[in-house]
């Protein structure tokens, strides 16, 4: 089954210490995105790709950089995460972008900083 | 601006019974699409369901069906017979060219099944 696949489900990283969550998919959708979700929170969304159009949230802070190498691949790095960044991190992608395309999820990547 | 308002945080429903979750939008975009996601506790984002703007029926999936009242602005989850399995939080949300097609995302509603 075409599915949006995250690595690992769970993260236990030490504060200041960079750390990598990955996303793949294969539904060969154009667009990627990355939310963050603290409990009983709605997502934030943090950024999106659309092919490789990086997009960024004006208040995605400097410490979250994405990299997409392929159309299958998306990356989020923590650069030095905080006790604060402790999250859950979902990826999400969409065919296109249009207000009638559904946005399908991965199962999420929760990360304890400790 | 678009905004999605769920009013209900939590709600208790006896297994086998219909449950309602109420939703609310607001945007000056003509053209919009609805959608309603459950999260169980293990994290992962289920789609159920889609309603266009443009659509006059109802849509519907199975046990979920949406109250879609434009006039309103009002796009209610109905779920029928519900399943312990159905407890969830439940997140309304929304996507519109004004905001680049992102999801706007209603604060959501947790739904607890009693057997």
């Known amino acids: 089954d075409a599915m949006v696949i995250q690595n690992p489900r769970y993260q236990v990283t030490q504060f200041g210490k960079p750390v990598t969550l990955s996303c793949s998919q294969t539904l060969n959708h154009n667009v990627m995105y990355w939310y963050q979700q603290k409990s009983s929170q709605a997502p934030k969304l943090l950024f999106h790709?659309?092919?490789?159009?990086?997009?960024n949230e004006a208040d995605t802070p400097d410490n979250f950089q994405s990299r997409r190498p392929n159309t299958s691949f998306c990356f989020l790095d923590i650069r030095s995460p905080g006790l604060g960044d402790a999250a859950m991190y979902l990826c999400a992608t969409s065919r296109v972008r249009a207000y009638q395309e559904t946005q399908y999820f991965g199962p999420g990547t929760r990360l304890l900083v400790l | 601006a678009q905004k999605i308002t769920q009013t209900q945080p939590g709600m208790f429903v006896q297994e086998k019974e219909a449950v309602t979750l109420d939703c609310t939008y607001d945007t000056s975009d003509q053209s919009y699409g609805l959608f309603w996601y459950k999260q169980p506790s293990s994290g992962e984002m289920i789609f159920l369901i889609y309603?266009?703007?443009?659509?006059?029926q109802n849509a519907t999936e199975g046990r979920y069906s949406l109250n879609f009242q434009k006039a309103r602005k009002s796009a209610n989850l109905v779920i029928s017979a519900s399943q312990l399995g159905d407890s969830a939080m439940y997140f309304c949300?929304?996507?519109?060219?004004?905001?680049?097609?992102?999801?706007?995302f209603g604060a959501g509603t947790t739904v607890t099944v009693r057997a």
């Open positions: 949300a929304m996507r519109v060219f004004s905001n680049d097609y992102k999801l706007s």
């Open positions: 309603q266009g703007s443009y659509d006059e």
């Open positions: 790709y659309y092919d490789k159009d990086f997009n």
